[in-house]
């Protein structure tokens, strides 16, 4: 009996360190997704970059106190905008009528 207490025992002390490991690789991995998605997406380069391109604003609204970013105009795009085609009109040419 006591042998096999024993055994019982190492099967449940390795099916916590299994448990725990489980949780640390968990933990392991939100903190680097948080690290390298959540936090720069939260910054202010990329507010500041739309800011320079002219496309919004820090405003604040007085009736209820919120603050927030605030599109003012369209942003300008990084390519510029393809230049409408031109339809050139034909020459003028001599057109021959018959006579009857």
């Known amino acids: 009996m006591a042998k096999e207490n024993g055994m019982i025992e190492y099967r449940n002390k390795k099916m916590i360190r299994l448990f725990l490991n489980g949780v ?9 997704f948080t690290y390298l998605f959540a936090i720069p997406a939260n910054s202010d380069h990329w507010r500041m970059e739309i800011y320079q391109r002219g496309g919004a604003a ?18 300008i795009p990084d390519t510029p905008p393809k230049k409408p085609a031109t339809i050139v009109p034909s020459s003028q040419t001599n ?5 009857l």
């Not at 640390?24 to 680097?32: D, R």
């Not at 057109?95 to 006579?99: A, G, M, W």
Request: proline share 3%; net charge positive; with cysteine.
């Open 24 to 32: 640390l690789c968990g933990v392991v991995i939100t903190a680097a």
């Open 95 to 99: 057109v021959r009528t018959e006579r």
């Open 58 to 75: 820090y405003t604040m609204d007085m009736k209820s106190g919120r603050t927030g970013w605030k599109w003012l105009v369209e942003p």
